[in-house]
């Protein structure tokens, strides 16, 4: 059953104020008045027609952004969490390393190691790329990692994906 042309433009505009803004504070009760719905069927509708529940949609965004800032920019680490929304440096650090696979320093280190990226591969195939997967909830990838059944990609892994996607066009 699909959903309501009418609502589906209202919780995009929720979407969208989170995407303008991802370092505010958004709860559902927020989120939902901005779409016109009720809080449960807010997250209800939102998940179905997003993937995602809403705050792991933010969660990505700001984790996204703080990659971002961390591979173009030469801000300190606590600049990066402040701008992006975190207040807490532990736990910025923890949900960066849960949800990357490395702590906010090794990806810095580890960016400014590489060369330039090629011109050739537009910005959005990079994004993708990079995008953190919050399809699985970070507590279960934790409890995944310790049983030794989910691994971090590999450089190889990052490096594959990478040229597999070296010619795309944006659309």
């Known amino acids: 059953m699909s959903q309501n042309p009418g609502l589906l433009r209202r919780l995009l505009r929720a979407k969208d104020r989170m995407d303008a ?5 958004w709860p559902i009760r927020r989120l939902a008045e901005a779409s016109a719905v009720s809080e449960a069927h ?3 509708e939102f998940k179905k027609a997003f ?3 809403p705050h ?19 801000l300190p680490i606590l600049d990066v969490l402040l701008e992006t929304g975190w207040n807490s440096p532990g736990t910025f650090g923890r949900v960066f390393r849960d949800i990357t696979g490395e702590s906010p320093g090794q990806l810095r280190a580890r960016e400014k190691a590489l ?9 959005c195939v990079m994004r993708s790329i990079s995008r953190p997967d919050l399809k699985t909830a970070v507590s279960e990838k934790r409890r995944l990692r310790a049983d ?3 691994e971090p990609l590999s450089e190889e892994e990052v490096d594959d994906a990478r040229s597999k996607h070296g010619r795309t066009v944006c659309p």
Not at 21 to 25: L, N, S, T
Not at 65 to 74: G, H, K, N, P
Not at 115 to 123: L, S, V
């Open 115 to 123: 060369p330039p990226p090629m011109a050739t591969i537009p910005e």
């Open 148 to 150: 030794g059944r989910l």
């Open 21 to 25: 803004a991802p370092h505010e504070e």
């Open 51 to 53: 993937g995602l529940p």
């Open 42 to 44: 807010f997250a209800r």
């Open 56 to 74: 792991r949609y933010l969660l990505t965004r700001r984790i996204e952004r703080a990659a971002s800032l961390l591979r173009e920019t030469d």
